[in-house]
Nanobody
């Protein structure tokens, strides 16, 4: 099992930037680098939406069309941390952002085993 804690959310004006972090602690002894890490978001009244994922080594990423070119996912396996760098933020990016850990690089939420509690991002117009 792994525990995930997101941080870095906040209020930002449209066009601004934020960097979210997700720190992982593995109770089972399984290495952080053995997990694919995903980011999802959920706005009020909507379902949890895929944002992107990064593979085990960080050599490959994949993004939803809605964030492609604006968001970047990276990871530091030595620090057991994954990041979501967000630029050119829009009001429609307002949501609770979650990181998740899974075994395979997939975009469906069902493919992820462990979830954080989320961090709120609010983009004002």
């Amino acid at each position: 099992q792994v525990q995930l804690v997101e941080s870095g959310g906040g209020l930002v004006q449209a066009g601004g930037s934020l960097r979210l972090s997700c720190a992982a602690s593995a109770a089972s002894g399984r290495k952080f680098s053995s997990y694919v890490m995903g980011w999802f978001r959920q706005a009020p009244g909507t379902g949890r939406e895929f944002v992107g994922y990064i593979n085990w080594s960080g050599s490959s990423t994949y993004y939803a069309d809605s964030v492609k070119g604006r968001f970047t996912i990276s990871r530091d396996n030595a620090k057991n941390t994954v990041y979501l760098q967000m630029h050119s933020l829009k009001p429609e990016d307002t949501a609770l952002y979650y990181c998740a850990a899974g075994n395979r690089p997939v975009s469906n939420r069902g493919g992820y085993l462990y979830w954080g509690q989320g961090t709120q991002v609010t983009v004002s117009s």
